[in-house]
């Protein structure tokens, strides 16, 4: 039998924050999901704290693999994955005990692709910032109009979100592997190519602050990924003719090399200019006033 949700958890050293994770997906209002871990190569208890909970939860599925990045492990999920809609959680974050039926509910509702909740950041300090709200129970079908709701690409969150399986098979949609902000692409064409959204104002998405993950430590290459990431948002928007705000676009990009190598990069957008060393590591960055 298929399930109406296969929720998809990339884990790598999950460590004490996975058994939060597990412990909301387990004891979800809605029964029928299956629950995906892909073990990315994890070094600590990961493994033993997945197996203890699959021997309790036959809808936990493990799935194992080395060490090659969310990506990748988000792709096997959904090569593994059986349900009506796809859902994804990170092993450090959670959600709320209804989460996937007022999701799965919505979307049924009202025959969408799409459906999406707000997200609330929890930080080790206790403090509490919502990321994205979301006002009212209502669909969108115009790509901008579903950028604009779901603030992307400043805010282009995988995770708060179900997407119907059959469609992203349909367009063959899959995570980049072996790079970080592997989320931005996938999330930009999902909401090109899956024609309806609906938003969902009574479940959220709760979004661990955790300044060691791989994301917000911002080194080199977590660098030039975000910068190739954000280029590929904005081909990809021109060629689809999706007309978002001035301010997601490089406005220019200037190159100083010495001896045929880039030693200086300088990327101007409507209100800021950002300096790279040797095109990769920041530098300084400053405001352009209008």
């Keep these: 039998m298929h399930s109406k949700v296969s929720v998809i958890v990339p884990v790598y050293n999950g460590g004490a924050l996975l058994s939060r994770c597990l412990d909301s997906l387990t004891n979800q209002t809605l029964k029928n999901i299956e629950i995906i871990c892909v073990n990315d190569g994890s070094t600590d208890n990961s493994r033993e704290i997945l197996e203890r909970y699959a021997t309790k939860d036959s809808r936990i599925k493990i799935l194992h693999q080395e060490n090659l990045g969310q990506g990748t492990a988000r ?15 990170d092993a450090d974050d959670w959600i709320e005990l209804d989460y996937f039926e007022k999701l799965y509910r919505a979307a049924r509702k009202h025959n969408v692709e799409i ?134 676009y490089i406005k220019k990009k200037i190159t100083y090399k010495f001896l045929g190598m880039p030693l200086l990069k300088i990327y101007q957008w409507k209100t800021i200019e950002k300096y790279y060393l040797f095109a990769l590591i920041p530098i300084f960055e400053k405001r352009i006033s209008l």
Excluded at 75 to 89: H, I, K, Q, S, T
Excluded at 199 to 217: A, C, E, G, I, L
Excluded at 240 to 245: A, F, S
Aim: with cysteine; proline share 3%; aromatic share 14%.
């Design 115 to 248: 459906a999406c909740c707000g997200i609330i950041r929890k930080y080790p300090s206790f403090r509490t910032k919502k990321k994205l709200t979301l006002a009212e129970e209502r669909v969108y079908s115009l790509t901008l109009e579903k950028y604009q709701i779901t603030e992307t690409p400043r805010k282009c969150y995988v995770y708060n979100k179900i997407y119907k399986r059959s469609e992203i098979e349909k367009h063959q949609l899959r995570f980049p592997e072996g790079v970080f902000f592997e989320d931005i692409p996938f999330t930009i064409r999902a909401l090109y190519y899956l024609k309806t959204l609906v938003t969902v104002p009574d479940t959220v998405y709760f979004y661990w602050v955790n300044h060691k993950s791989t994301t917000r430590d911002m080194g080199d290459k977590k660098q030039h990924d975000l910068l190739a990431a954000r280029k590929d948002f904005i081909k990809f928007s021109r060629r689809h003719h999706i007309n978002c705000e001035e301010n997601h």
């Design 75 to 89: 792709n096997v999920g959904m090569d593994a994955a059986n349900g009506e809609y796809l859902g994804f959680v």
